[in-house]
C-alpha cells in the first residue's frame, strides 16, 4: 500500500475509528483539531496533532483552506474526512487532488454526480433501479402545487443538495403546501447554501434500507449487506440494525444487487451506501440517495461481516483492490446499534454539553462502543451531540435485542444528560421487540407515549419470541 501517513479531518469518535484502523495498518496519523477539542482522545491516539482553528466549525472543521494546509505541513500523503463537516463537499476532494493528497473517498465527479439528489435518481432510472415518484427541481410554490397535484398527496419536500433531515418535510394537502415548501427551502438554504427542493411522493408505511458498497480503482464492487435504519426522529437515524430482518430473501436479493448496479455502473469507488425506501404495503422498493462517504451506522454491518471498512477504505486509497470478492463475505448473526448523544429526551432532546464526571460503558462478549469521551472529558457546545455508538452483535435479532436493552442499562454516565434511558425506553417497547415499525414508528410513539425516565412502563426486556 502508497500510503504511509493519513491525515484525521475530522473529530469525536469517527476521528479515533480512523486512526485505530490506520494503526492497525500499520500507517501513520495526524489528528486536526480545534481548540475546543485540545483534550480529545483522537488527539492522544494520533502520533502527531495540528490545532487548525477556534472552535467554530466554521473557522476549522468546515475550512478547507486550513485543513489543506495543516495535511501539507505534516507532509501526510493521504486524507480521510470521516463522515459530516466536509466529507461529501468534492471541494475538499478537489483540493487534496490538486495538491497530491489522496482522498480517502470517491473522486470529487463521483461525489458532485451522486451526492446531487436529483443526478443520482435520474442515473438510478437510466441504470434501471426502481425510482418512486418525483419532481425534477422545483423553483416556486405555484410550480410546488402543480407538480404535488400530480404526484399525489402525501408528499415530500427534500433539498437537492444535502440531507440529514434538512429542508424535508412531509405535507398532507395543498393547503399545507406554501408554509412548508418556504421552510424547507430556508432549511436547505442555511445548510447547504443552496436552497433548490425538490418532491417525492411519500410513503407513510415504509422502511429505511440501506446498502454497504465498495468499489476498487480495479472496476470491482461488492455489497456488504444491508441496514434497517427506520427508527428516525426529525429523519435523523437513532437505531440501525443489520441485517434487515423485515425482508424476504429474493427481496433483499433484489436490493442489494440494484445497489451493486448503482454502484458500477457509476464507476464508484471506495466506501458508500445505496438508500432505499421499502413500502411495506407493497413490498416495492425506490432508490432514494447515496451518501459518498462512510456512515455513522458502518459498526453493524463490520459486526455480522468481518470486515474493518475503514481499513479496507485505505487499502482502496492506496491503490489495493477489494480484500475480498463477493462469495468470500460471509454473514453471521444480528447487529444493532444505537447512537447516545449529549441530549435530554425528557425536556424535548435539549442539549446536554459540560463535563463528564462518570463514565462506566458495559463491557462483555460481542458488545463494541466507539466512542471518543471518558471521565472528565467536556463535551463542548459546537459540535454535533453524538457521544457514542453502541452495538451488539447476537445469533439473531431477539437475542441482539435483549443484549442492547442489558448493556444500556449497564452503561452509566454522570455529570451530563445522555439519551441512555430514552434508547433503554425504545428497545423495551414490544412492537420494537417484534419488529413491528416503521419511519414514523419512533414519532408516533413519542406523540403517544411521551418519555418521562421516572415512569415505569410495560416493557419487553425479556423476550420470548420468535426472530421476526
Not at 446531487?116 to 427541481?137: I, T
Not at 436547505?188 to 410513503?203: H, K, N, P, Q, V
Not at 435479532?397 to 441512555?420: H, P, Y
Request: overall charge neutral.
Amino acid at each position: 500500500m502508497s500510503i504511509s501517513r493519513v491525515f484525521v479531518a475530522n473529530r469525536g469518535e469517527i476521528a479515533l475509528r480512523v486512526v485505530n484502523a490506520c494503526r492497525a495498518l500499520g500507517v501513520e496519523t495526524v489528528a486536526a483539531f480545534s481548540e475546543a477539542d485540545k483534550d480529545s482522545l483522537p488527539i492522544r491516539a494520533a502520533d502527531r496533532a495540528v490545532c487548525i482553528g477556534p472552535p467554530r466549525a466554521a473557522d476549522s472543521y468546515l475550512n478547507i483552506e486550513k485543513i489543506i494546509s495543516a495535511a501539507l505541513t505534516s507532509k501526510a500523503d493521504a486524507l480521510h474526512p470521516g463522515y459530516g463537516f466536509l466529507a461529501e463537499r468534492p471541494e475538499l476532494a478537489e483540493a487534496c487532488e490538486k495538491k497530491g493528497i489522496k482522498f480517502v473517498g470517491p473522486s470529487a465527479e463521483s461525489i458532485r454526480r451522486m451526492g446531487n439528489k436529483l443526478q443520482a435518481r435520474s442515473l438510478a432510472k437510466e441504470f434501471g433501479v426502481p425510482v418512486g415518484a418525483g419532481s425534477e427541481k422545483i423553483h416556486d410554490v405555484k410550480e410546488a402545487t402543480r407538480l404535488a397535484q400530480k404526484i399525489g398527496y402525501p408528499v415530500l419536500t427534500k433539498a437537492e443538495a444535502g440531507g440529514g433531515g434538512r429542508g424535508m418535510k412531509v405535507v398532507s394537502s395543498s393547503g399545507e403546501l406554501k408554509r412548508a415548501f418556504e421552510t424547507a427551502a430556508a432549511e436547505a438554504g442555511a445548510a447547504f447554501g443552496d436552497s433548490t427542493l425538490y418532491l417525492e411522493r411519500y410513503i407513510a408505511n415504509a422502511r429505511h434500507i440501506e446498502v454497504q458498497i465498495l468499489g476498487d480503482s480495479f472496476g470491482n464492487v461488492i455489497h456488504v449487506g444491508e441496514r434497517d435504519c427506520s427508527l428516525q426522529r426529525r429523519h435523523q437515524k437513532v437505531v440501525e440494525e443489520a441485517p434487515a430482518a423485515s425482508i424476504a430473501p429474493k427481496l433483499r436479493e433484489e436490493i442489494q444487487s440494484a445497489a451493486v448496479t448503482i454502484a458500477k455502473k457509476s464507476g464508484y469507488e471506495n466506501a458508500g451506501t445505496i438508500e432505499f425506501i421499502l413500502d411495506q404495503d407493497t413490498q416495492r422498493y425506490y432508490f432514494l440517495e447515496m451518501n459518498t462517504r462512510i456512515q455513522v451506522e458502518h459498526p453493524v454491518s463490520e459486526m455480522v461481516s468481518g470486515m474493518d471498512l475503514v481499513q479496507e477504505q485505505i487499502r482502496i486509497a492506496g491503490g489495493a483492490k477489494l480484500s475480498r470478492s463477493q462469495p468470500e463475505i460471509k454473514f453471521s448473526g444480528h447487529a444493532i446499534e444505537c447512537r447516545i448523544n449529549a441530549e435530554s429526551a425528557a425536556h424535548g432532546f435539549r442539549p446536554s454539553p459540560g463535563l463528564i464526571t462518570g463514565w462506566e460503558p458495559p463491557e462483555g462478549p460481542h458488545i463494541r462502543l466507539d466512542s471518543h469521551c471518558y471521565a472528565g472529558y467536556r463535551v463542548p457546545p459546537y459540535y454535533d451531540s453524538l457521544l457514542a455508538k453502541l452495538i451488539v452483535h447476537g445469533s439473531n435479532r431477539i437475542e441482539a435485542v435483549g443484549k442492547m436493552q442489558q448493556a444500556l442499562e449497564n452503561f452509566l454516565v454522570l455529570g451530563i444528560d445522555t439519551t441512555i434511558p430514552f434508547l433503554s425506553f425504545v428497545t423495551q417497547r414490544l412492537d420494537y421487540v417484534k419488529g413491528n415499525v416503521n419511519t414514523r414508528w419512533l414519532e408516533s410513539l413519542l406523540a403517544t407515549s411521551p418519555f418521562q425516565p421516572a415512569v415505569e412502563e410495560e416493557s419487553a426486556r425479556t423476550p420470548s419470541l420468535s426472530p421476526p
